[in-house]
């Protein structure tokens, strides 16, 4: 098994009494196996056991092993990762949270009133329990029970969001966490920083949210040392965070360590019960409890991104997309986050009846194709059929998303899947966004496989410079020979 860009890899192997020669590959972020086919003008090896792999930049290589009737194989393949460029699903959630764009809420904090502005597409796609607040504050503004919407530059309104349980700064930090699925530590090991990540893990707990509660978990026990276990301690006891109290107290109890702690100031200062609960935890170690109960990991950025698109977001919808006239409701914070074409729009020109008509320069997409585009805005998925990818090819350059990773899976994935069928569809899209590699696959099979080609009926259709350029292609690529035997066939 190997690892590469966030998912693994397995070859061969043993399967009922069979040496199945299969590459799987498992998606971490989606905890889905598939089996991966290779392109036509591969070939796989043979299946085998107790073979080599390893990954070398940007490809996997396998050597020797068993193969059939226990014949040991010195050969050696190349499985060739596709390159696509570097998903940025996380890092444009994350600039939409920075920037404080196109922000409809604000959560008012603590007894101190703190405000901090937010998005309510992402906050209610990733926490069920801000998700009801908000839902609340809704209803009541609905009914009048409290002022209308409170006004920002722009024209935008926002929704205000009353949490007495957190403050600013934690709040800040599970809010980072909500639209990147990670949160930037702080100095390991330092009190104060330790103390606040203490303070986003109560409140990771109080919301339900179990995937921040690991990270949290993971940091603050990383970060527990000899000058500050006491007060991570106390202040574990003083929040009612059992784990990470059992971690201290463990921690201090340590042969290597007792001694050390109990002569520090620090100790001297600790509430009469800690000091006891630490005597005896010294003196009478407590029994140790292994649990077989599973660790719920909570759901990723992209889960619950897509749960959302799904239909966990419909109630929150604030923009209709209209495709061939048919509405399409969404989100406006997804959409700029994802696209400068609707950041730009949203920002600049945004049409008073908050419908947007949907193409991809002078083409409208199907409708299986915009749901594939719209499943890459949302959470980054770029699988997807060949004939989406057809429509969607120039989408990345019209849309101005981060980069042209979605272009070049459909680049790929037209590569791997054109057919005689399906060529001449794929050369015209190809010649019109100017995709020359593209084009020159095209015409490559389309030379080759010029007896089936001609008899499509599509082939009349085509423009005048792209018959040219097949005829071009059959000029420079057939000899002599071959073109008297397809002379003879047309």
């Known amino acids: 098994m190997v690892a590469f860009d966030r998912h693994l890899y397995v070859f061969g192997g043993a399967a009922d009494n069979t040496l199945p020669n299969e590459l799987h590959c498992y998606d971490v972020d989606s905890q889905t196996w598939e089996v991966i086919q290779a392109s036509m003008d591969s070939e796989m090896p043979s299946g085998r056991l107790f073979h080599a792999a390893a990954v070398i930049q940007d490809a996997m290589y396998i050597f020797g092993g068993t193969v059939d009737n226990n014949v040991r194989s010195g050969e050696m393949y190349r499985f060739q990762f596709s390159c696509y460029p570097k998903c940025t699903l996380h890092e444009d959630y994350c600039r939409l949270w920075e920037n404080r764009q196109f922000c409809d809420v604000e959560f008012i904090l603590g007894e101190r009133e703190q405000r901090v502005l937010g998005h309510i597409a992402i906050v209610t796609a990733r926490c069920q329990w801000l998700r009801k607040k908000i839902l609340q504050a809704r209803d009541r503004q609905r009914s009048g029970a409290t002022h209308g919407p409170k006004d920002i530059p722009g024209g935008s309104r926002l929704l205000e969001v009353h949490i007495r349980e957190a403050e600013a700064q934690p709040f800040e930090v599970l809010m980072q966490f909500l639209y990147t699925d990670k949160i930037q530590y702080p100095r390991r090991g330092h009190v104060q920083d330790v103390l606040l990540i203490m303070d986003v893990y109560k409140l990771a707990l109080s ?71 630490i005597v005896r935890r010294k003196q009478q170690p407590p029994p140790r409890v292994y649990s077989d109960q599973p660790v ?100 990345p350059y019209y849309y101005g998303f ?37 084009k020159k696959h095209c015409l490559h099979i389309i030379v080759h496989q010029f007896i089936k080609v001609s008899k499509l009926p599509n082939l009349r259709s085509l423009s005048q410079l792209l018959l040219l350029d097949i005829i071009e292609s059959l000029a420079t690529h057939i000899s002599d020979k071959q073109c008297a035997e397809m002379g003879s066939d047309i």
């Open 207 to 277: 919301f339900k949210l179990s995937r921040l509660e690991q990270l949290c978990v993971q940091y603050i026990e990383a970060s527990v040392d000899l000058q500050n276990v006491l007060s991570v301690c106390e202040n574990a006891n003083k929040l009612q965070l059992d784990q990470l109290k059992e971690h201290c107290l463990n921690f201090v109890v340590k042969e290597s360590h007792f001694n050390q702690v109990i002569m520090t100031k620090e100790f001297e200062h600790l509430s009469t019960p800690l000091i006891v609960e």
């Open 296 to 395: 719920d990991i909570g759901t990723s950025l992209v889960q619950d991104m897509k749960a959302y698109l799904e239909g966990g977001g419909l109630e929150f919808c604030d923009i209709i997309l209209l495709l061939d006239g048919h509405p399409r409701p969404a989100h406006k914070a997804i959409l700029a986050a994802r696209s400068s074409y609707f950041e730009a729009m949203f920002r600049s020109f945004m049409p008073e009846d908050g419908q947007v008509n949907i193409s991809i320069g002078e083409m409208v997409p199907s409708k299986q194709a915009f749901d594939s585009m719209l499943r890459y805005i949302y959470y980054g998925d770029v699988n997807m059929p060949p004939e989406d990818s057809l429509y969607l090819f120039a989408a």
């Open 402 to 438: 981060s980069n042209n990773r979605l272009q070049a899976y459909c680049k790929q994935n037209l590569e791997m899947n054109v057919t005689v069928e399906n060529v001449l569809q794929i050369l015209e899209a190809a010649d019109k966004t100017q995709a020359l590699d593209m």
